[in-house]
């Protein structure tokens, strides 16, 4: 019986161990944006993202996307692909907001180019607590921000966010606790 309530607890500490899975939430090559008039650096939009060239010293700019009202509530820990075009991959700040219709701020992330190095690189975005109302039912308008320190080009393709899953060892755990069980079972029965 002590075998068995070991295994048991061993089953259920590792039952609960997840990894997170990237997955896209909005593509924003897809998306329709317009940048704000005090902007000075260049700025495109491809079917693969947005891309933004050559800018450096302490140029801010922002764009918004706009896009069909959204119900976000199920989604945490959001981020964004980025790919370093040219330049250097320097740890280069942004921050990104999130509106509803009527412009109210949702919430407001930071994040850097530190680990940008190459092609659509996940950057996690942090959230600035208490920035906003925090109500993701109707999200509508993305509010992108550079605040850039080295000449740097880059393409921000998709929106993407982090669902927890459960890693292939613990399906694999699990089974094992069950045939263990099973035996058990079956074992003490013959007995009986």
């Known amino acids: 019986m002590k075998k068995i ?3 048991l607890s061993l089953t259920s500490l590792v039952a609960f161990h997840q990894v997170h899975a990237q997955t896209d939430l909005l593509s924003l090559g897809s998306a329709t944006f317009s940048i704000d008039s005090g902007s000075t650096p260049g700025y495109t939009q491809t079917v693969s993202g947005v891309s933004y060239t050559s800018f450096a010293g302490s140029d801010t700019f922002y764009n918004d996307a706009v896009f069909t009202p959204t119900n976000w509530s199920a989604f945490t820990d959001f981020g964004l692909k980025i790919s370093l075009l040219s330049g250097t991959p320097d740890s280069i700040p942004f921050s990104v907001i999130f509106f509803d219709a009527g412009f109210n701020i949702i919430d407001t992330y930071t994040g850097d180019t530190s680990t940008v190095s ?9 959230l600035t607590p208490g920035t906003g109302s925090a109500d993701y039912s109707v999200v509508n308008y993305l509010q992108f921000t550079w605040d850039a320190g ?43």
């Open 150 to 192: 080295a000449t740097y080009n880059a393409q921000i393709s998709s929106v993407m966010y982090n669902v927890p899953v459960p890693e292939p060892s613990t399906y694999a755990l699990l089974a094992l606790s069950g045939f263990a069980l099973g035996g058990y079972a079956v074992r003490r029965r013959r007995r009986a």
């Open 118 to 126: 190459g092609s659509n690189v996940a950057v996690p975005l942090t």
């Open 5 to 7: 309530a070991a295994l």
